[in-house]
């Protein structure tokens, strides 16, 4: 049993409708048919939406997404259209919303990773391989690996676990030629975002971007010297603190686990006896105690600080 400790109810705007509410995002359609993406402070661990939310986590979230979508964009297209509150939106809603391209979402989580940590460190312990790709003997928990690999996971609904699959599992899935572009465009913008984030002092160990296919972008660019095929375009948000493993490089030791501006914080909480949760029972975990509200926060915003450049403010 897992998923929202405590459900929120959506906010309800005029002229927009809503989609979906995900463990962080909340998703509304408007009438061009634009998709706005309002990302709350919730937070999540071992497929919990947990009860406590982290202040100025949306907004943290959204406006890293924002800076990582403009350094990828000789890389790959995004979906992002603007910035711009719809009206009668939420005031709460400033700094934390994002009008997107509707696009038709590949069921892939697209992973990757160029240091052995998480699921992949426990599957490697196993059979030495990640996802089916053998790995070399004598590695460790925190490793570097040889070169950045390409380990894709079914996409899991709330409440659920994302499962980590074989390549050629998502080829049969959504199609070789898709599979292989998904592969491609993976290590593209994971190989050149660790190399942004290694610049400032930071290891992207691992990473998971959504991708899904802009079908009228042929249409929208005027047909004239394009295949009509769809475009590949990355979705959701990218390259934060929620879907990647960040590493400070200066305390980097394979060996164990390691210091890290994710919510690495809170899962160790929750396991530890201090939060007297057991998370192989039943139960919803118990709200967070104020010290590790406010010390994740500060990992978030100092990711945010250190990756762009840009004091938080």
Known sequence: MSGFVEKPEPAQVPGLEHLHTGKVRDLYQNGAGELVMVASDRISAFDWVLPTEIPDKGRVLTKLS?????????????????????????????????????????????????????SGWAEYQQTRTVCGLALPEGLENGSELPGSIFTPATKAAVGEHDENVAYEEV??????????????STLAAYDRARDIARERGIILADTKFEFGWDDAAAEREGGEGGDGKPVLTLADEVLTPDSSRFW????????????SFDKQYIRDWLDSPASGWDRRSEQPPPPLPQEVVE???????????????????
């Open 66 to 118: 924002l800076w990582w979508f403009e350094q990828l964009i000789d890389v790959l297209p995004h979906h992002v259209l603007s910035t711009e509150l719809p009206p009668g939106a939420p005031a709460d809603w400033e700094g934390r919303t994002t009008v997107c391209r509707s696009l038709r979402m590949i069921p892939v989580e697209c992973v990757a990773r160029g240091y052995l940590a998480g």
């Open 171 to 184: 080829a049969r899935e959504v199609g070789p030629e898709t599979a292989a572009e998904l592969r491609q």
């Open 248 to 259: 400070p490089a200066d305390q980097w030791e394979p060996g164990r686990s390691q210091p």
């Open 295 to 313: 010390a994740t926060r500060a990992r978030y915003i100092e990711a945010y600080e250190r990756l762009t450049g840009i004091p938080w403010s």
